[in-house]
């Protein structure tokens, strides 16, 4: 067909005919943003929201990370060093996770994980840090405190666990306890996860929901809830105390899980120099024969699990 000339009746209709209206996605309430945006929290707090990182880009570089993390250990290791991770936070920010995706590639017998409980009757009557020096590492080791002795600037102040007097004494004590540990040789890091009230809100409701992590929500975690500012003061205060040049404290944008653990573990690396001490390929030689006669008893002696799969 040849082009419509100016004036023509294909023109006028062309040109009379509305423009089809373009569909604008529909959005929910609960949608992922699209693009950075800045929302005003109530107590002031500004929270960033970024596009969920797509879980491609994420897993590899989580490959790329636990490459340099087997590397790190290697070297504290050859070198005899002794690190300390503190992991602190907000109920459900990510620190179990992170943690978790930290030890992954890392040989157990050289990194652990500590995780207190709540003290017993002979421990109360101890000096508050006695518990916890009993896990520090020796040399070449790596320890992971899943909450540590800041229990009793957070959680014991704010349900009243502890007096104001073993408050005041603690604020007093840390920052000098934690220079000890440094002048002592020990490595020392300690991450804050941070999260809004909203996120941390659908977190804790999920794990209600879920049985496979319904363990995760203590009746503390659940009467938490209702003392945000009691928290947020607490930290404040935390920080002004301890956040000292020798034993810094370094704060984690929880928001999103997979930032916040590509986040802290690259932190990590960067904060702990090391070099490639890594153990070259080793070159197996070939298996030899059977080193003598034997005969497998027959299995029906044996009590063999079920193969149900």
Known sequence: ???????SPQDKQANSAPAPKAKA???????????????????????????????????????????????????????????????EGRDAAGKG?????????????????????????????????QRYVAHLPAAGEIVIFDRSWYNRAGVERVFGFCTDAELREFMRSCPEFERMLVRSGIILLKYWFSVSQEE??????????DPLRRWKLSDIDIAGRDHWVAYSRAKDEMFLYTDIPEAPWYTVDGEDKRRARLNCLAHILQM???????????????????DGPYRRPPKTEQRLVPDRY
């Open 272 to 290: 702990i120099p090391y070099e490639d001490v890594v153990p070259k390929p080793v070159a197996l030689p070939p298996r030899r024969q059977l």
């Open 200 to 209: 941390q809100e659908k977190r804790l409701q999920d794990r209600a929901r």
């Open 25 to 87: 996605p529909k959005r929910r309430g609960n949608d992922k943003p699209t693009e950075v945006v800045e929302i005003v929290q109530p107590t002031g707090d500004v929270v960033v929201r970024k596009p969920k990182l797509k879980k491609r880009i994420y897993e590899a570089e989580l490959e790329r990370l636990y490459l340099e993390l087997a590397k790190l250990q290697y070297w504290v290791r050859a070198r005899g060093l002794r690190v300390v991770i503190v992991f």
């Open 97 to 129: 996770g992170t943690i978790k995706r930290l030890i992954e590639p890392l040989n157990p017998r050289g990194c652990r994980v500590v995780a207190l409980g709540t003290p017993n009757d002979r421990e109360k009557t101890q000096w508050y840090f």
């Open 1 to 7: 067909m040849a082009p419509a000339r100016k004036g």
